[in-house]
């Protein structure tokens, strides 16, 4: 493992490294926010999944989070979207490929060799965090668009082992919007009920999702809402299964950034609360 970057803010480090992944057999970098907490003792962590075509990057620079993390003692964790390097399987477009990794564990040939960002979320990214950083094994997981649809998938799918979750503008249901569908079919074959397991929709409405409860932020002004996000599928689910869930509407919000930076203060002082029980 390789520090590339290291930058003072809000009174602690901003750094990326890179490491060799033996989950996604690549060299994969990630991004972690360290508040000064950090330097007198162990802090629990946050992990953010960003979406299609973003890598470690976006969500460290144009989020703001870092003082939100800073005043509630959080470290922030932010991995790339997918596989990367010239061994890499890759497709035309942003939606299928090198940063649009889904957060699913290929099933399907050439992806299968490389893409398994399920486990690399799950297992190796926590394990080596937890091995080299003060950091406690109190987790919660966030993320955006894509990255919204692996937080609640991995943590309904992983019961206990994240306190909290919540996503922005997430793709609730991937089995039934163009974005999943193409991805699925690609990394997953043809078999739908294999595409279930990384719906959240799915998972709520059959009963197999841990009961965590569901914060999700959503602007009304989204451009890809109806044809893509379509939260009301995961709110119609969580009805009808008791589950419990809170979406949020925001009047002329959009899909961008700014949109991601207006509330991640609420969401950090959210999963802050629950970190700390």
């Given at each position: 493992m390789q520090r590339i970057e290291h930058r003072a803010c809000f009174g602690g480090w901003q750094d990326v490294y890179?490491?060799?992944?033996?989950?996604?057999?690549?060299?994969?970098?990630?991004?972690?926010?360290?508040?000064?907490?950090?330097?007198?003792g162990p802090v629990p962590v946050l992990y953010w999944l960003s979406g299609l075509t973003c890598t470690e990057q976006n969500f460290i620079t144009k989020a703001g989070a870092q003082r939100y993390a800073a005043e509630h003692g959080i470290a922030i964790v932010a991995p790339?979207?997918?596989?990367?390097?010239d061994n890499v399987a890759d497709a035309d477009g942003y939606d299928l490929g090198k940063g649009a990794g889904f957060y699913v564990n290929a099933t399907q040939a050439p992806w299968a060799a490389h893409?398994?960002?399920?486990d690399y979320v799950v297992d190796e990214l926590p394990a080596l965090i937890e091995a080299n950083f003060p950091?406690?094994?109190?987790?919660?997981?966030?993320?955006?668009?894509?990255?919204?649809?692996?937080a609640l998938v991995i943590?309904?799918?992983?019961?206990?082992?994240?306190?909290?979750?919540s996503a922005f503008s997430p793709i609730v249901a991937p089995s039934t919007v163009p974005w999943g569908e193409k991805a699925f079919t690609a990394y997953l074959g043809d078999d739908r009920e294999?595409?279930?397991?990384?719906?959240?929709?799915?998972?709520?409405?059959?009963?197999?999702?841990?009961?965590?409860?569901?914060?999700?932020e959503q602007g009304d002004a989204d451009e890809f809402l109806d044809g893509q996000l379509r939260p009301w599928l995961l709110q119609g689910a969580a009805e009808a299964?008791?589950?419990?869930?809170?979406?949020?509407?925001?009047?002329?919000?959009?899909?961008s950034y700014y949109f991601i930076a207006?509330?991640?203060?609420?969401?950090?002082?959210?999963?802050?609360?629950?970190?700390?029980?």
């Open positions: 890179e490491h060799a992944s033996s989950t996604l057999d690549c060299t994969m970098r990630f991004a972690i926010y360290l508040p000064p907490q950090a330097a007198h790339d979207t997918s596989p990367r390097g893409y398994r960002m399920y950091v406690t094994d109190a987790r919660a997981i966030s993320g955006h668009s894509m990255g919204g649809h692996g943590a309904l799918r992983n019961p206990r082992r994240y306190r909290s979750v294999a595409w279930r397991q990384y719906d959240a929709t799915a998972l709520v409405s059959g009963g197999l999702a841990e009961r965590l409860p569901l914060l999700i299964s008791g589950h419990p869930l809170t979406l949020r509407m925001q009047p002329g919000y959009d899909h207006s509330f991640i203060g609420e969401h950090i002082a959210h999963h802050a609360a629950a970190l700390r029980r």
